[in-house]
């Protein structure tokens, strides 16, 4: 992953990681917490794909198993997380742009239940049996509804900062860059050139001076 991808979704996680802890799950919402920060890694995931996704989701899931009050076993949201990543960068938009709401909608949908559903079952693996006691249709239903909710003011614009950071001139190599420079300065007719072709363009200048005033001293003389 390049630096500014790296730079760009950890500070993403880390601030939809403190809103949904600091504030979202101290709403005492019925059923589920508001998830942003499985958004934030499917949007990530539209643009960056799956590999990419994956990662994003690993960290991002480790980040919330670590954070207070954490009350689960560490590692078993980074599981569900970095799955639901790869899921969401296999089916991401041609060049990462989004054409309807639909597919990111549906998404949404997917990676809520799916979320919620592989967190209960990992958790029934290693002996926790929490969702059994608050319901496990309630906090699929209300997953949802709330991530829904939360998708069209987070994906669009987790989508765009991820583009606009994709495509930062800075993020390109130096040697690529510097090379696309030069070609343009040399294409666009400015005259920069370097040793020889310098000294010949100034050749040619003066040999087209004294051709012209060649010319109009012959028309004096007529």
Known sequence: MRFNRILLSVTLVVVALVVQVSVLARLQLPGAVPDLVLLVVLALAFVYGHVSGALIG?????????????????????????????????????????????????AVVAAALGSTLLYAGVGALVGDTAARHV????????????????????????????????????AESGGGAGSDVAAGWITSGTGLRIGGQRGGLRLKAARGRAARAGRIKGVKRL
């Not at 599981?79 to 060049?95: D, N, S």
Request: include cysteine.
């Open 58 to 106: 690993f960290g991002a899931g480790l980040l919330a198993d670590l954070a207070p009050p954490a009350d689960h076993a560490a590692g078993r949201y980074a599981l569900v997380l970095c799955v639901i990543g790869y899921l969401a960068g296999l089916v991401r938009p041609e060049k990462g742009q989004l054409r309807s709401a639909f597919v990111p909608m549906a």
């Open 135 to 170: 319901g496990l249709a309630g906090l699929l239903f209300t997953a949802v509804v709330y991530d829904l909710l939360l998708a069209p003011f987070t994906v669009p614009l987790v989508m765009w900062l991820a583009r606009r950071a994709d495509n930062d001139p800075l």
